[in-house]
């Protein structure tokens, strides 16, 4: 019964820590740029042609 307890306070743990790194992805500014990564698809990269 124990091992239950403990499993349960490891995964309230993880999902604090999860918690956390998505405030802290939020206060500096990751999710901001909803544009760019649509139209990223439509620039092709360069390919070389062979010689």
């Not at 206060?27 to 620039?43: A, C, M, N, W």
Request: net charge negative; with cysteine; glycine share 6%.
């Amino acid at each position: 019964m124990s091992i239950i307890f403990f499993l349960i306070g490891c995964s309230v743990f993880i999902a604090l820590v999860f918690l956390g790194a998505f405030f802290w992805a939020n206060k500096t500014g990751q999710h901001e740029d909803t544009y760019t990564p649509s139209v990223r698809i439509l620039f092709d990269d360069e390919v070389e042609e062979p010689q």
